[in-house]
């Protein structure tokens, strides 16, 4: 059989491509490929100690896709959020994320609530390559062993936290300090950091007592502290063991002698405990919703939140879920790409404003540089319901108060 000549063969082949490409099979494929969902995976506790937090990261995370839709999305694709419980456990967690890489093809992935649940989350997807921003507090995941170019820090970390609430707090109310613990990462990392920044202060540890995460009963540990006679009673721990042992702690008349502080005052926690619960404590946070007073991001976050949830305003952790997706899908849009290498390089470049003030990510490790907000919880001349603290400082971005990329781990050159 003859072959055709060269020249008609080309033109043969360019004339089947075309009518291949202008096929109703091909325009489908590429259509789909066009239009397929950003998918963000956000594994979270929704059940568990700190489902109330978690409730609220979920619905501002849907805050941030819905935003991202209306305004059109990336070249006409939508974004969709997966939701899944990690029920506050490492294990769990690290199998839901897998599930949402390896069957669901999430292209991203936001989330955790535990300083345990995100290392496990960071490990699958750095091991995947695919682009993880952890919205909840930890030291560990930044320093280089558990990094790497798709890790990334939208929350604040103890180190930075506890020292806010540390120079804030130890010059005003005395120097002998005991910490109630939750035996974790989140408690042993806030410990260090308030020790860190306690020590050229000249802060004393009378004890560190430890307690399991999940506790109920704190009075086995009550009578200790009291005796022990401290200036400050620091409670490391969170959520619903921040409730009941404020409560406890309460009750058992330890605020006539003592000042109690806590690196981080959750907002959710102190209304599930109540005014009287937790009246006078001192704490750390990331957001309270009456910054809108004096920043303007925050009026218009708190704004849209309200609208979409029914006038509710949104929570410390709320406004995270909300930041860690705004970002990355704000990355996407910079890099013009969903792809996790690109993604990351926009993001390291980012500098922003959601909802606090301006914030940017350090290079050497990804972790978001931003403001400390010291607020004290009150019971008295409350405005409504969420009136619920009083805003003493705002400790303002600044990399240097980080600890090092050096110390991290990171070689850094220059």
Same mark, same amino acid.
């Given at each position: 059989?003859?072959?055709?000549?060269?020249?008609?063969?080309?033109?043969?082949? @360019?004339g089947?491509?075309?009518?291949a490409?202008?096929?109703?099979?091909w /325009? *489908? @494929?590429?259509?789909?490929?066009?239009?397929a969902?950003?998918?963000?995976? %956000?594994?979270?506790?929704?059940?568990?100690?700190?489902?109330a937090?978690?409730?609220? +990261?979920?619905?501002?995370?849907? #805050?941030?896709?819905?935003?991202?839709?209306?305004?059109?999305?990336? *070249?006409?694709?939508?974004?969709?959020?997966?939701?899944?419980?990690?029920?506050?456990?490492?294990? =769990?967690?690290?199998?839901?994320t897998?599930?949402? !890489?390896?069957?669901?093809?999430?292209?991203?992935?936001?989330?955790?609530?535990?300083?345990?649940?995100q #290392?496990?989350?960071?490990a699958?997807?750095?091991?995947?390559?695919?682009?993880?921003?952890? !919205?909840?507090?930890?030291?560990?995941?930044?320093?280089?062993?558990d990094?790497?170019?798709?890790?990334?820090?939208?929350?604040? *970390?103890?180190?930075?936290?506890?020292?806010?609430?540390?120079?804030?707090a130890?010059?005003? %109310?005395?120097?002998?300090v005991?910490?109630?613990?939750a035996?974790?990462?989140?408690?042993?990392?806030?410990?260090?950091?308030?020790?860190?920044?306690?020590?050229?202060l000249?802060?004393?540890?009378?004890?560190?007592?430890?307690?399991? !995460?999940?506790?109920?009963?704190?009075?086995?540990?009550?009578?200790? @502290?009291?005796?022990?006679?401290?200036?400050?009673?620091?409670?490391?721990?969170?959520?619903?063991? #921040?409730?009941?042992?404020?409560?406890?702690a309460?009750? /058992?008349?330890?605020?006539?002698g003592?000042? @109690?502080?806590?690196?981080?005052?959750?907002?959710?926690?102190?209304?599930?405990?109540?005014?009287?619960?937790?009246?006078?404590?001192?704490?750390?946070?990331s957001?309270?919703?009456?910054?809108?007073d004096? &920043?303007?991001?925050?009026?218009?976050?708190?704004?849209? %939140?309200?609208?979409?949830?029914?006038?509710?305003?949104?929570?410390?952790?709320?406004?995270?879920g909300?930041?860690? &997706?705004?970002?990355?899908l704000?990355?996407?849009r910079?890099?013009?790409?969903? =792809?996790?290498?690109?993604?990351?390089?926009?993001l390291? +470049?980012?500098?922003?404003?959601w909802?606090?003030?301006?914030?940017f990510?350090?290079?050497?490790?990804?972790?978001?540089?931003q403001?400390?907000?010291?607020?004290?919880?009150?019971?008295?001349?409350m405005?409504?319901?969420n009136?619920? %603290?009083?805003?003493?400082?705002?400790?303002?971005?600044? =990399?240097?108060? #980080?600890?090092?990329?050096?110390?991290?781990?990171?070689?850094?050159?220059?």
């Amino acid at each position: 059989m003859t072959q055709p000549a060269p020249d008609k063969r080309r033109r043969q082949l @360019i004339g089947a491509g075309i009518a291949a490409a202008s096929s109703p099979l091909w /325009f *489908n @494929i590429a259509r789909a490929q066009n239009s397929a969902p950003i998918k963000i995976g %956000f594994p979270t506790p929704l059940t568990g100690a700190f489902s109330a937090e978690a409730q609220d +990261q979920k619905r501002a995370a849907e #805050l941030a896709v819905k935003e991202f839709n209306e305004s059109g999305g990336f *070249n006409g694709r939508m974004a969709e959020l997966l939701v899944r419980d990690d029920k506050l456990n490492p294990g =769990e967690a690290a199998t839901r994320t897998l599930e949402l !890489i390896e069957k669901d093809k999430v292209d991203f992935v936001v989330g955790s609530l535990s300083a345990a649940t995100q #290392l496990s989350i960071n490990a699958v997807c750095k091991e995947r390559k695919i682009l993880f921003n952890s !919205i909840s507090q930890s030291d560990a995941i930044n320093e280089a062993k558990d990094w790497s170019l798709y890790t990334f820090h939208e929350a604040l *970390n103890p180190h930075i936290t506890a020292g806010a609430v540390a120079r804030y707090a130890f010059p005003k %109310f005395g120097k002998k300090v005991v910490y109630l613990t939750a035996d974790y990462a989140y408690g042993h990392e806030m410990v260090r950091g308030f020790q860190r920044a306690g020590a050229p202060l000249g802060v004393q540890t009378l004890a560190d007592i430890r307690h399991p !995460i999940g506790a109920s009963d704190y009075s086995a540990f009550l009578p200790r @502290i009291q005796a022990l006679k401290p200036d400050v009673l620091v409670l490391c721990n969170f959520g619903r063991d #921040l409730v009941n042992s404020a409560k406890q702690a309460t009750d /058992f008349g330890l605020k006539s002698g003592t000042k @109690i502080i806590t690196p981080v005052l959750l907002y959710t926690s102190r209304l599930a405990g109540g005014a009287d619960a937790f009246d006078g404590i001192i704490g750390g946070t990331s957001y309270y919703w009456g910054m809108e007073d004096t &920043v303007p991001s925050a009026k218009q976050f708190n704004d849209k %939140f309200r609208k979409a949830f029914g006038g509710a305003v949104p929570s410390d952790y709320g406004a995270l879920g909300y930041a860690g &997706v705004r970002s990355v899908l704000q990355a996407v849009r910079n890099a013009k790409s969903t =792809e996790s290498l690109a993604v990351s390089i926009a993001l390291r +470049q980012l500098k922003y404003d959601w909802y606090k003030g301006e914030q940017f990510y350090r290079k050497c490790d990804h972790q978001s540089v931003q403001s400390v907000i010291i607020v004290e919880s009150k019971s008295k001349n409350m405005k409504d319901k969420n009136d619920v %603290f009083n805003v003493l400082a705002i400790e303002k971005p600044n =990399e240097q108060l #980080l600890r090092t990329c050096d110390e991290l781990g990171h070689k850094v050159t220059t």
